[in-house]
Nanobody, 123 residues
Framework: QLQLVESGGGLVQSGGSLGLSCVAS????????IGWFRQAPGKEREGVAC????????DFGDSLKGRFTIFKDNAKNTVYLQMNSLKPEDTAVYYC????????????????WGRGTQVTVSS
């Protein structure tokens, strides 16, 4: 069964760090790029970060590079999103999804969405 499952969300204070995981099952992770997206209440979903199929190429949403890093461990079928210097505006549900390539984090190319994990950053 093809599935992506996110975990690691929670409540963190502004300036803190949090690490999210996206575990893939039912397919070979090294054949796909994996993207992280987020959706805050009342806002459209936006791209956060993406790792190519090999893991050698990454892409980030506007202004997130430098605070967020993404690491793809194909051997463990897991993609990690490390978030540092968190701000209240980072509060959102974070999703992972797969695509053949990162496509500049264009959402329309991504599918097999996970159910998401909530990240809340308090001020």
């Amino acid at each position: 069964q093809l599935q992506l499952v996110e975990s690691g969300g929670g409540l963190v204070q502004s300036g803190g760090s949090l690490g999210l995981s996206c575990v893939a099952s039912g397919f070979t992770l090294d054949a796909y790029a994996i993207g992280w997206f987020r959706q805050a209440p009342g806002k459209e979903r936006e791209g956060v970060a993406c790792s190519s199929s090999s893991g050698r190429t990454t892409d980030f949403g506007d202004s997130l590079k430098g605070r967020f890093t993404i690491f793809k461990d194909n051997a463990k079928n897991t993609v990690y999103l490390q978030m540092n210097s968190l701000k209240p505006e980072d509060t959102a549900v974070y999703y992972c999804a797969r695509a053949e390539h990162c496509y500049g984090l264009a959402e329309r190319y991504f599918g097999s969405w996970g159910r998401g994990t909530q990240v809340t950053v308090s001020s």
